[in-house]
């Protein structure tokens, strides 16, 4: 039996002439959180849609299995399987947040009884007992969101889809949500995540694909993608024009920034790094006023991957400029 909770090859999508999925393919191991990312409209919601069976893949696609089962010659049993909360919401604002669950325990067959017991676990692990009573409508938005979340749980699914889960939360709420993701994936579900938020992705995913034009641009652990672009550096500036020139001096191979009378070297921010810097700088006498180290993150990925050739050369760091021009 494969470890996968999700195998696409080859997903494929289009609209009209529009090609939104170019060739996907997707592996998600078993009790992992995987997180595709992408700029608006890269077609994460489409990939969504069609693993979790609410619109089919389009023509020339490879076989896809989701819970080991055939998408598209299984989808009952693939439905069975998966949980999904969407940016559109599946909570019913003109009743309560209990009978929201009690619909959804309706829906999947449990019985009366089996179905207040599921709710009423949800609700307390949900920390919605308090508003349980009340019409979802007057729900905050976070509140919403676990309400939505725990409606999902109610048929025990073994994989989720979260179609950019905190788009819209406070940072408090988002970071609830972080937490509930984590919970669900200790008790063994697979998650698989869209988002927007680079931050997210780096604090929750196990693996992560960037989406790009039809295709997966990258793919790998958020340490794996970090690793793939340069841009880690330290900045050093100087308030004194002449300790600037003497910086300068010391440390050939660094990019001037005359303007903020700061240079700027090529490093990974290591100890050894940064001692060897300063050794120089102190060897030639000077001090500097500010000294910033900086590493590739996720936001210097998902920009490196996804911005068109202008773009890439308007957004490079001085540093990658100048090993740009020296190719
Ligand atoms: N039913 C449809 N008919 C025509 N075009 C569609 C349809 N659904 C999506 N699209 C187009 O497909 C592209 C991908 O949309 P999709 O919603 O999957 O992107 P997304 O990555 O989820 O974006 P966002 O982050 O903005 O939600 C967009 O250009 C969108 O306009």
Request: a negative charge.
């Amino acid at each position: 039996m494969t470890n996968l909770a999700i195998a696409a090859n080859g997903l494929r999508k289009s609209y009209g002439d529009k090609v939104v999925l170019d060739g996907v393919d997707l592996a998600v191991p078993r009790g992992s959180v995987f997180s595709l990312l992408g700029p608006n409209g890269a077609g994460k919601t489409t990939a969504v849609k069609i693993l979790s069976t609410l619109i089919s893949p389009g023509s020339g696609s490879g076989p896809i299995r989701v819970a080991g089962h055939d998408l598209v010659t299984d989808p009952q049993a693939v439905r069975a399987a998966i949980g999904v909360t969407g940016q559109f919401s599946a909570v019913d604002g003109l009743i309560t947040g209990e009978e929201n669950m009690l619909l959804m325990a309706d829906l999947h067959h449990l019985s009366r009884a089996e179905g207040r017991r599921v709710t009423a676990g949800l609700l307390e692990r949900f920390d919605l007992v308090e508003a349980a009573g009340k019409p979802a409508s007057t729900y905050s938005g976070g509140m919403k969101r676990r309400l939505d979340i725990a409606m999902t749980l109610v048929g025990s699914p073994r994989i989720i889809f979260l179609d950019e889960p905190t788009t819209g939360l406070d940072p408090r709420s988002r970071h609830n949500m972080w937490q509930i993701i984590r919970e669900l994936v200790a008790d063994g579900v697979t998650v698989f995540l869209t988002t927007q938020y680079l931050e997210e992705a780096d604090q929750l995913a196990d693996r992560i694909a960037v989406l790009h034009d039809g295709t997966i641009a990258a793919e790998g652990t958020a340490g794996e993608l970090k690793r793939l672009v340069p841009g880690g550096h330290v900045r050093l500036r100087f308030t004194d024009p002449l300790s600037y020139q003497q910086a300068v001096l010391a440390l050939p191979g660094a990019v001037r920034d005359d303007e903020a009378q700061a240079v700027q070297l090529a490093s990974d921010g290591s100890q050894h790094d940064l001692r060897s810097i300063l050794d120089r700088l102190d060897t030639a006498g000077v001090r500097a006023d500010e000294l910033t180290v900086h590493t590739p993150d996720l936001d210097d990925v998902f920009f490196a991957l996804t911005a068109s050739p202008t773009e890439r050369n308007q957004t490079a760091s001085p540093d990658q400029q100048a090993q740009e021009a020296h190719r």
